[in-house]
């Protein structure tokens, strides 16, 4: 019995090497075997959410390439693209002015690309296939092939060592941030995901315009910032007990007077204003979905 047993076993693993995997799912179903092939995926603990990607820290010179995109029926006009880089420079004057609270300076330089480009395939939310990779698909028809060229030449112009991507889009849409965490970088394919955010003219939840609030909310994210509101369906409590500790935080509501809002303690520490971390902080972490 034990020899008929090996014998099966590795003519088994020889039709499990030798065979497609959708082959070998399928056959081994027909004969009734449950196997797991998952693999699982590699857990993300909120320090690997810090100190990582092209914005590692909200501190020292920070170089912001933002770029505008529309379609073919909805382009930006001159003017609409003025009022937008306003918005983006009074975020970028209150992230100064809150790093400041924590004893640390952070500088912006703006690099912008002068024409806008036409895309009648922008994604509106951060849930279809493409779209954590749509901004460096951006990039490439602007002329950016890879991450490091990237990199090189907002280094060669402006200076700075930590960089990230503003994609404005001239459709409705849910904001979203595309942020490096330490499990991407270890696998590399944090090296070919600039830091980005995609920015929509209009919120298609909630049919407001562009607010200076959610711009400084999505370019927290790519510091390391965690999102205090619900994420999703069970997420209350979590949300519940941020809002207790944080009223007034920008992770919590980016709507309505930024001057209103401010980066809470927990946050600070995140993005590197502050080292005074609290063994509690990881509680607030939200769900990785």
């Known amino acids: 019995m034990y020899s008929f047993r090996k014998l099966y076993l590795s003519i088994l693993a020889f039709v499990l090497l030798a065979s497609p995997m959708q082959a070998q799912t399928s056959w081994l179903e027909s004969l009734g075997l449950d196997f797991d092939f998952d693999i699982p995926k590699p ?16 501190s020292g010179s920070v170089c912001v390439l ?18 937008t880089a306003q918005k983006l420079y009074a975020a970028e004057d209150w992230l100064k002015a809150e790093a400041l609270r924590y004893d640390k300076k952070v500088e912006f330089r703006n690099y912008s690309i002068k024409r806008q480009l036409t895309d009648n395939n922008i994604p509106d939310n951060p849930f279809q296939p493409d779209a954590v990779g749509y901004p460096k698909t951006v990039l490439r028809r602007f002329g950016y092939n890879s991450n490091r060229e990237l990199h090189d030449i ?28 330490r499990n991407m970088a270890r696998n590399g394919s944090g090296r070919s995901l600039p830091e980005s955010c995609m920015l ?16 400084a909310h999505e370019m927290l994210h790519l510091f390391g910032a965690w999102d205090f509101y619900a994420v999703n369906a069970n997420d209350k409590e979590r949300s519940e007990r941020a809002a207790e500790l944080y009223p ?39 769900p990785m979905q």
């Open 43 to 58: 857990v993300v603990t909120y320090k690997d959410l810090i100190d990582v990607g092209s914005a590692r820290h909200l």
């Open 66 to 83: 933002y770029l505008f995109v529309g379609t073919e029926t909805s382009k930006w006009s001159q003017e609409e693209i003025e009022a």
């Open 154 to 181: 907002l280094t060669r112009k402006t200076g700075c060592h930590q960089f990230l991507v503003l994609v404005f889009a001239h459709v409705p849409g849910r904001c979203y941030a595309s942020a490096v965490n």
């Open 200 to 215: 929509y003219q209009i919120s298609n939840d909630t049919g407001r315009e562009l607010q200076v609030g959610r711009i």
């Open 248 to 286: 007034n935080s920008i992770m919590l509501r980016s709507y309505g007077d930024i001057n209103q809002r401010i980066i809470d303690p927990l946050t600070a520490w995140l993005i590197g204003l502050s080292r005074k971390e609290q063994d509690w902080y990881q509680e607030l972490m939200p």
